[in-house]
């Protein structure tokens, strides 16, 4: 049983559109949920992460919404560039108890110019 | 920023075989991990390390597994022997420690056993 889901599993969208990328996770005992990119054959790159203390965290054009009683939450990238273009990974951690990492399978975004 | 360095980049070995492979971890950081991806799947989680100790690990971390970081050097993953399901790329990561959860992923080493 996967305790991280992903949705969509890829996605296209023109540039200067939002894009939305779907998580949610089964174990409410996760407390951390960083989201991470990768570029084909780079390192996975930590981009945003977020603690439910707080319900949405932004750092630019990337925005990161939090839904605790349904377990959800989606990455927002606004004003989306083809630099953006790459596969999308939500995770998530009971940082307080654990430090191992549970990976969605990832949304693949293409922003076409 | 911090980089983490991993080697080789591509291992083939027959099955059976001996493969270690290498992690350079961010110099001041205190936790290691290693992940394991297999083609079109989600990285999992196999281990976790600090203080000369597995702290976590997972059912993907088989008794054929083993890490240590001797000295301080490198920090790595070894099996002996390969199975042809270890076929993978195996991620290193290194996190700083209790004052941030932020893990750092090197880039990866793709195994390919035969």
């Known amino acids: 049983q996967q305790q991280v889901r992903q949705s969509p599993q890829s996605l296209t969208v023109w540039e200067g559109e939002t894009a939305i990328l779907n998580c949610s996770y089964e174990d409410s005992t996760f407390d951390y949920f960083p989201w991470y990119w990768q570029f084909p054959r780079e390192s996975p790159a930590l981009l945003i992460a977020?603690?439910?203390?707080?319900n949405k965290k932004e750092d630019g054009r990337f925005t990161i919404f939090f839904n605790k009683r349904e377990k959800k939450l989606s990455l927002h990238i606004t004003d989306s560039q083809p630099g953006d273009s790459a596969t999308y990974f939500c995770?998530?951690?009971?940082?307080?108890?654990?430090?191992?990492?549970?990976f969605g399978s990832g949304t693949q975004l293409t922003v076409m110019p | 920023g911090p980089k983490v360095l991993q080697i080789p980049s591509h291992q083939i070995i027959d099955m059976g075989q001996m493969v270690t492979l290498n992690c350079d971890p961010v110099?001041?950081?205190?936790?290691f991990y290693w992940y394991k991806q297999i083609l079109g799947q989600q990285m999992e989680f196999l281990v976790n390390?600090?203080?000369?100790?597995?702290?976590?690990k997972s059912k993907l971390f088989k008794d054929q597994f083993s890490v240590e970081r001797p000295d301080g050097s490198y920090f790595t993953l070894k099996i002996q022997p390969t199975a042809l399901e270890d076929s993978a790329v195996y991620f290193c990561?290194?996190?700083?420690?209790?004052?941030?959860?932020?893990?750092?992923f090197g880039p990866g080493t793709r195994l390919t056993v035969l």
């Open positions: 977020i603690r439910p203390v707080s």
């Open positions: 390390f600090y203080n000369g100790k597995v702290m976590e």
């Open positions: 995770a998530a951690s009971a940082a307080s108890g654990s430090w191992q990492l549970i």
């Open positions: 110099s001041n950081h205190l936790y």
């Open positions: 990561a290194s996190s700083p420690g209790q004052s941030s959860y932020e893990q750092y």
